[in-house]
């Protein structure tokens, strides 16, 4: 067998472990190396948006994703049922958490280099995008744009 049917091989196996999970699939399962979150603390919680490329350096083999996570106080996930899904435009979520309480989540675009309109309500209180702050950087192969938007819980 050649070097380089090996080498692809084991970059194809690689490639299919670590392709994250799309905006339209379950937003509880993520991409296994993608963890941004700084522990919002003690009766907080965090809605973070996540955007994400890897390139595994084998034409064709570039691969993106996108999602939602709420977490709790200890970056822990909190949501019991709900989707990220589709809208035209955008995206939009009804979150029910571990807690109870829905969250109403709203983006404008969640892509690289490019999070957007971002707004959400949880206990009658709405926020905005003017809440967060950023968190992305690169992990592994992965580039990782991602906001944090910390709220009471």
Do not use: E
Request: hydrophobic share 35%; glycine share 14%.
């Amino acid at each position: 067998m050649k070097l380089s049917n090996v080498l692809s091989a084991c970059a194809l196996a690689s490639a299919v472990q670590a392709a994250p999970a799309d905006a339209g699939a379950d937003s509880t399962i993520l991409p296994r190396d993608v963890n941004t979150c700084r522990s919002p603390g003690a009766h907080q919680c965090a809605v973070i948006v996540w955007a994400s490329l890897a390139s595994f350096g084998i034409p064709g083999s570039t691969t993106g994703g996108s999602g939602v996570k709420v977490v709790g106080g200890s970056c822990d996930n909190i949501i019991a049922d709900g989707k990220l899904k589709r809208d035209s435009p955008g995206f939009s979520a009804d979150f029910t958490t571990t807690y109870g309480p829905h969250l109403y989540f709203g983006a404008n675009t969640i892509g690289l280099r490019n999070i957007g309109g971002v707004r959400y309500q949880y206990r009658g209180k709405s926020y905005n995008q003017g809440n967060c702050f950023n968190t992305g950087g690169t992990s592994g192969t992965m580039a990782v744009d991602a906001i944090q938007c910390n709220f009471d819980c």
